[in-house]
């Protein structure tokens, strides 16, 4: 038998709930919904444009009473539950109607706060929450004047907006001198009243309500200073308060709401909260970007797939009226060791205001225009450090130049512009995609369309595609699910990996419930590495979890033969090398010789089945893998320094060769490149490097977080050292911390731009016990690591089934 | 229809790997799942001739080294939105041993076929 689950209140989150639950496990439960509104489930934000006559009722609908007979789940629309018997486990509603439950879900928003003075109760005087209200407020301006709406927040405005535009004479009250003081500072405010004045609202600031008047009905408001005002119509929007009642009631252990956990569940394990109601980690929030992620995770539970976890939100807002644009978000106030970036332009109406601390976003006001609020909460979610940029980012996205990390702004851009130049998809293709098939997430738009689906560089065009197009509520990347496997994130992995000293693939599957029982070709490779990483001495590298490349120690080429790139320590090479090269190459037919971008010679052309007797002969000339193929040390690019050059400064050949030789073999998120330049002419190319040194007289400048390839990044200057023993442990320890803390497939510059410099200096050059730990650990890892896998696979002891066919037949 | 070709034993391919069959026709990748079921395709990804032994194994699936499409194992098919199909084969375990089934009418062409790209929408 299904088990059951009941559901108090048919509101945003409940439903939201059910249908995330729906979607991942469809037979598992047996669903009740009680409502204590008449209706389907709607989406309550837009009831102001309801008010305002922009929107009609069935426009906002989400589910119609159809939905729910289509879905099977039992609706009492207009039910309030007044009780619940927990140990026998059923639901009472007003009207005697009774549901027993195995799980329930209790999501039964907030109420309007209605200020205790007399006169509160008199009709005519309402809160602004639902249909009802609506349907009253809109009565009300059939027959009446005069409006007053209590309360200068969001949904005061919004409120006020809708009745003046249906014809009423309003007054907004509001206790403080500033509007929207939760949203906006002082500046903004005072714009945004401006605008609304012109527009034909009253304000009465700093106003305090005494009474309520009226005999049948309201017909004025008295304030403090006996001030009188005649009015048809009160609306309080002073607030609101979590709807808890219920809870409490039966002995749910409460506070300011129903006290939930990460996962959702109240005190009593069978009982679930989400939405307006709860309080999680002592925060209630009253939008729905936040509802939605608690939504999903709940969901998860229920369905006892028993992972992840809601973590809290940060919340950004809107003011729906149209014609202003308004956006806020976060802590816009300041506060000890905050910065106020500002820029204010009267002739167009635009005022932003970005507050900053340690160059991070922590609060953005903008009036006006309003194109880059949700770039800029992105910044603030993800803790960006916005140092490389901070002179212009109050310009706006769109004005960063295009070769950086950040692009421009894609809805600039015409339809038949390339988007992603890997396989050819324009812009328009995209948008379309979007619209036509209905896709909601990254992975769907790579899989319908490929955009972003190969090398990847534009995924932050196509993200940027997918919000302008379908909307902003979207999950800080850093909780983005590592793949359709699991519901994790890379960190959350990660974590789980290093805290339950998890060393095997099954064992990772097991503990974090993977859906897919072997994974897939996407997390298996990181999971792989996060394994042998972690625990290097214990984890087994998993051969059929890594790409091909990675396998077989070559490059796959386009026509399924291989390239063979072998190390030459710091790009130096010999005849001795050069003529065993020369002679692999004639012996094996290599079609193509060529000299790399990385001071090295590729073979390019090989069979798979030649490829260990090709390595077989390198060895013996003493060569070993140059790991071209590897997310692992790659190349350390020289010059030829002071034993040459008339300007070199200090020996960087020999430095490169040493650094080389300390770090080849060890494997990494994303490959990992370094150079070592003689002086600051840099003819190594060290400041495009991960980690980069450039010899100067006094010692050795060290560079980090470089990167050539798609998008170029200029390195961030670590620190300055005076010895080569020093650089060695310093690269060590950068190295260690990119391993450990790098998400796979994030090369440094990225990783670096979402970490910040300050967060790697504060580890490796300002913190000398971690720096050494992580040296330490780093070297550690390389006894596992400098093993050279061709030679091992030339005599045929390891993978030998790789390189040979299974049979030949017929 | 099928000639049948004895080409090893299971443990011959590793879990979640694959080996190579030569044979007149063009290579034929033999796939070894977690749950020690083996198919057989044709070594040409339907996409761009990508040697599909070459690739990750997963689920009933492969996914082909070169642009990543993933197929199901049984059918050849490639996975939606993908278009697209590699020709697939009979295997049978028995004692221990593997049996391939080549058809013995048909012989394939040694390229992939033109239509099998230009029916895929270009992107
Ligand atoms: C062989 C070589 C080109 C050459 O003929 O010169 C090369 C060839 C490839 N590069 Fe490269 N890159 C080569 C130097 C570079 C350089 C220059 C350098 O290292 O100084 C760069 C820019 C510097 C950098 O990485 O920051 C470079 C940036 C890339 C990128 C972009 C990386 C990025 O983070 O933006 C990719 C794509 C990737 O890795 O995902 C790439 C990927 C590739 C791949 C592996 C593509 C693939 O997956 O098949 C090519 C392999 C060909 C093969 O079979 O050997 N290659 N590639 C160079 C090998 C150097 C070596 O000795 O190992
Ligand atoms: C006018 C307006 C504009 C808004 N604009 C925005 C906006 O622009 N952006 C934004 O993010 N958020 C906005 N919000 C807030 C957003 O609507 C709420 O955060 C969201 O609806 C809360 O969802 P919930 O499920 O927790 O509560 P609700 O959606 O209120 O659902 C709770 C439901 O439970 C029912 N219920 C309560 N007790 C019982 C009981 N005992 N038995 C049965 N049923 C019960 C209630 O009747 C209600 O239907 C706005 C809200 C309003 C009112
Ligand atoms: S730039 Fe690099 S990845 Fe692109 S074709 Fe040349 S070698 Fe291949
Ligand atoms: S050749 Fe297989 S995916 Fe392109």
Redesign the pocket.
Known sequence: MKERLVLVGNGMAGMRTVEELLAIAPDKFDITVFGSEPHGNYNRIMLSPVLAGEKTVDQIMINDLSWYAEKGIRLHAGHAVVDIHRARREVRAADGTVASYDRLLLATGSNPFILPIPGNDLPGVIGFRDIKDVETMLAAARTGKNAVVIGGGLLGLEAANGLMKQGMQVTVVHVLDTLMERQLDPVAADMLRANLEERGLRFLMGAQTAALLGEERVRAVRFKDGLEIPTDLVVMAVGIRPNFELAKQIGIYCERGIVVNDTMQTYDPRVYAVGECVQHRGQCYGLVAPLWEQAKVCANHLARYGIGRYQGSVTSTKLKVTGIDLFSAGSFNGGPGCEEIVLRDPARGVYKKLVVKENRVQGAVLYGDTVDGSWYFQLLREGTDIGAFRETVLFGHAHMADSGRDGFSVMTMADDAEICGCNGVCKGAITKAIAEKKLFTLDEVRAHTKASAS???CTGLVEQLLAATVGTIGKTPAEKPMCKCTEHSHDMVRAAIREQHLTSLAQIFEALNWKNPDGCHSCRPALNFYLISTWPSEAKDDQQSRFI?ERVH????KDGT??V?PRMWGGLTNPQELRAIADVADKFQIPTV???????I?L?GVKKEDLPKVWADLNAAGMVS????GKSL??V?TCVGTDWCRFGTQDSTGLGVKLEKMTWGSWTP??F?M?VSGCPRNCA?AT???FGVVCVDSGYEIHVG??????IRGTDLLCKLATEAEVKEYCCAFMQLYREEGRY?E?T?PWIERVGLSYVKSRIVEDEENRKALCARFLESQQYAQIDPWAERAGGRVDAHEFQPLQRVG | MYDWHEIGALDDIPRLGSRVVQTPHGDVAVFRTADDQVFALRDRCPHKGGPLSQGIVHGHRITCPLHNWVLELESGQAVAPDVGCATHYPVRLENGRLWLGLNNVVSLPTTAPRNRLKGRVRR
């Open positions: 090398c990847g560089s490349n070559a490059n796959i080429q291989y390239s790139v060529k000299v790399t971008g990385g001071q090295r590729d390019l140059g790991h071209a193929y790659r190349t690019k994303h490959k490149k150079a190319e495009i490097k991960d470089g990167n050539g390839g798609i998008k497939l090369r510059a």
